[in-house]
């Protein structure tokens, strides 16, 4: 049997509006093996952020044991489950300032002091002086996908007016960011290429049905274990058509034609939201459609009120107000750590070739500083997982002992995604050794 191009995509019409629909790599693109496409060409490895605001509890967060004999700490506890996929860096700090929330984020993004632009109240207001670090992978992977990257954000940006150091996480240069979609079903029709601003009825009107021939034709060119492999895609892709148009469960159903998983009661819908977009990142990076992405769990400085932890009031603000041991902020870090845990076990759950799609990403998962009620840059909280292509070992508690630079951790992230770069950071952040504990 001739291998199937591996940029093959179903192409059909719904409405007028032109709907494509990516396929993953099927055994017919594949090598012998499982592991390269058949004309030799390895299967794609990405690098992407997983961010979230406010810091952690230190005391909760740092595990027991060190190298790969290590017990997750209390807020690490919901890693568990992808323990092999995820690697802990403790004891590391940001070398390039110390401003309370715009250093640390400018300074793990980066590697670059802030680029201060004013003032305002008792603070300042400030931007990145240096492309963040997904805009590196994605300039690195420049031309082969069809987006160059996708930004994804879950929460709502509830912060204050200090610049877009506290509003958006993946930046091109000073004040110039890359907005994150927030809206699940704008991802949909951005990805597959369908206008749902046209009121389809995705109830009733699948991406699928405009491609309902090809699909067929395509069942009798490939073996038994593609079409079971296409049959999952297909019915990934249906399930989150219904679940877009308010049938599934874990979706509230819109209070508008754009409106996506909207407040109930003033309470955001965070955990329906961040699986849903999940699911959609995962279907994209799983059909090639890009290699570096971004997901904003929340802004630096976040207000965002995880009532789901108890909270009443904004984290940031709780941050600042509650008493030692903070427990409002540790069962929040606890809950943002479980819907890092839902992202990964989505990746690892979307099969590509011998493995999974987790198998071959390397993401820098992080936040802005170690705590919100110190502020403080030191013992920065950084967690690299996937295995990136077998670059990457997984299952690995990295302590520093000297506070060595995050940068050495970023570093490690964007080589674990095979871009080879001699470095990472600018100034008295730049970093040139990687941390070779974590690289097999």
């Known amino acids: 049997m001739r291998a199937m191009n591996r940029r093959t995509f179903l192409r059909g019409a719904i ?49 027991t044991g060190t190298g790969s004999n290590w017990t997750p700490s209390a807020e690490l506890a919901p890693l568990a489950g992808v323990k092999p996929y995820v690697s802990v860096v403790t004891g590391c700090e940001i070398k390039s300032g110390t401003h309370p929330h715009h250093s640390g984020m400018t300074g793990i993004m980066t590697g670059a002091p802030l680029f201060q632009v004013g003032t305002v109240r008792d603070t300042i207001v400030s931007t990145f002086a240096r492309p963040s670090v997904d805009q590196l992978a994605a300039e690195a992977f420049a031309g082969q996908t069809p987006f160059r990257s996708l930004e994804l954000g879950i929460t709502h940006f509830r912060g204050t007016d200090e610049g877009t150091t506290f509003q958006h996480l993946s930046h091109n240069g000073p004040n110039n960011p890359n907005p994150a979609e927030f809206a699940a079903t704008s991802l949909y029709a951005r990805l597959f290429g369908q206008d749902l601003t046209r009121r389809v009825n995705l109830a009733r009107t699948s991406a699928l049905d405009a491609v309902s021939g090809q699909i067929q034709g395509l069942r009798l060119r490939v073996g038994g274990r593609d079409r079971q492999r296409l049959e999952q895609h297909f019915d990934s892709v249906r399930s989150l058509e219904r679940r877009l148009a308010g049938e599934g469960p874990m979706c509230a159903p819109p209070q508008a034609p754009t409106s996506n998983h909207p407040d109930i009661e003033g309470r955001e819908q965070i955990e329906a939201k961040n699986q849903v977009m999940s699911e959609l990142l995962a279907l994209a990076l799983a059909c090639d459609l890009t290699r570096a992405f971004s997901v904003q769990f929340s802004t630096a400085g976040s207000g965002v009120i995880i009532w789901q932890a108890g909270a009443r009031n904004s984290l940031h603000q709780i941050c600042h107000d509650e008493a030692l041991p903070q427990p409002t902020v540790h069962a929040a870090t606890i809950f943002t750590m479980e819907r890092l845990a839902d992202f990964l076990a989505t990746l690892r759950g979307t099969p590509e070739g011998d493995g999974n799609v987790l198998d071959r990403c390397s993401i820098l998962c992080t936040t802005e500083l170690s705590d919100g009620w110190r502020h403080s840059n030191q013992e920065f909280p950084i967690v690299i997982a996937g295995k990136g292509g077998g670059r990457l070992k997984g299952g690995i508690h990295y302590r520093s002992g000297n506070r060595e630079n995050t940068s050495k951790a970023v570093l490690t992230a964007l080589r674990g995604a095979g871009i080879e770069a001699a ?14 504990a974590l690289e097999a």
Do not use: C, I, K, Y
Not at 34 to 45: Q, S, V
Not at 423 to 436: K, M, P
């Open 423 to 436: 470095s990472f950071g600018h100034e008295s952040g730049r970093a040139t050794e990687s941390l070779g």
């Open 15 to 63: 409405g007028g509006a032109a709907v494509a629909v990516a396929l993953p790599p099927l055994e017919a693109m594949l090598g012998v093996n499982g592991d390269a496409f058949a004309d030799g060409e390895p299967l794609p490895t990405r690098f992407g952020v997983w961010f979230w605001g406010n810091g952690v509890r230190p005391d909760q967060w740092t595990p």
